[in-house]
C-alpha cells in the first residue's frame, strides 16, 4: 500500500511539472513579442535613447521591421517549458502535498509564499543557460550591426557562449534572475491562490472566478519582478568596457547605477509593455494549468 501511495505521490507530481510546461508554453507564445519589446525599451533606456513603446516601434518598423519581435521564439519555447514545468509543477505539487496532509483546502499566506519562492529560485538556476542564449538573441535588435553576436540557432549560441566567453557565462546574473523568478512566482502565485478563494465565496467556482483572480495575479506579478527583470537583462548582456571591465559588478551595483543614471522610476521600464506580457500570460496560463489538473483529476478547484 504503501509502494501504490509512494507511486502515486511521484505520478501526481510529474503530471503537475509536465501540466506546467504546456501551459506556461502555450500561454508564452501568445505574448512572445511583447516580451521582446520589453527588453528592447529596457536596452534603449539603458542606452538612454528614446525607450517609449511608440519610438522602441517606431524605430523597428524603420530599420529590420516588426517580425524581428519574433526572433529567438524558438529558444523561448525551450526556456518557457522547463521554466513553468518547475516552477509551475514544483509548487502545485508542494501545495498538494501540504493540503493533503494538513487536510485543508487553501494554504496559509506564508506556506504559499514559502513554496513560490522556493520554485521559482529553484526553476531559475535549471533554466539560466537557457535564458542566457534566450536574452542574447532578443537584444540582438538593439545592437548595432557592427556589435552583433550574429548567432544562427540555439545550439550554435550555447556552444559559442561557452567557447567564446567561458563556461561560468551560462550562469551569469544568476542573483536577479533568482530575484526575479522567485518574485514573479511570489506575485502570480500567492495573490492567485488567495483571490481564487475569496472570489468563489461570493461568485462560486465560476469562469469569473478565475479570471479576475489571474487579473490581480499578473498585475502584481509585473510590478514585483520588473526591477529584478531590467537588472538580469543588463547583465546577461554586458560585454567588457575598453578597460576590459564590465558595466555591473553585481545585482546590487546595477541597480544603483540604474537609479543614477536612468533614475528610480526606470526600474521600472517596460511597465507597460512587461504588464501586456504577464497579464495575458498569467492569466492564459494559471486558467489552462487549473483546467488540466481538474480535468486529471489533480484538483477539484
Sequence with gaps: MADKGNQSNVLKALSNIVIG?????????????????????????????????????????????LLTLYRGLTVNVYRQFTFASLRLGIYFSYSDYLKKIKNKQALS????????????????????????VYVRFQVENSLPLEQRRNYKNFSNAFSRIIREEGLRTLWRGILPAVCRGMSINLGMLVPYEACKNFFAKYMGWTRKTYMLASIVAGASAAVCCLPFDNAKVKM????????????????????????RKEGV?????????????????SMLTLIINDGLRILFGLTKT
Design 109 to 132: 499566506f506564508l506556506e504559499s509564499a514559502a513554496g513560490s519562492m522556493a520554485a521559482g529560485a529553484i526553476a531559475t538556476m535549471a533554466v539560466m543557460p537557457i535564458d542566457i
Design 236 to 259: 546577461q548582456k554586458m560585454k567588457p568596457g575598453p578597460d576590459g571591465k564590465m558595466p555591473y559588478r553585481g545585482l546590487v551595483d546595477c541597480i544603483l547605477k540604474t537609479i
Design 265 to 281: 522610476l526606470r526600474l521600472w521600464a517596460g511597465l507597460l509593455p512587461i504588464y501586456m506580457v504577464i497579464a495575458p500570460y
Design 21 to 65: 510546461g504546456t501551459s506556461g508554453t502555450l500561454a508564452s507564445l501568445f505574448v512572445y513579442p511583447l516580451d521582446s519589446l520589453k527588453t528592447l525599451i529596457q536596452m534603449r533606456s539603458e542606452a538612454g535613447l528614446d525607450s517609449s513603446v511608440k519610438g522602441v516601434l517606431r524605430e523597428r518598423m524603420r530599420t529590420e521591421g
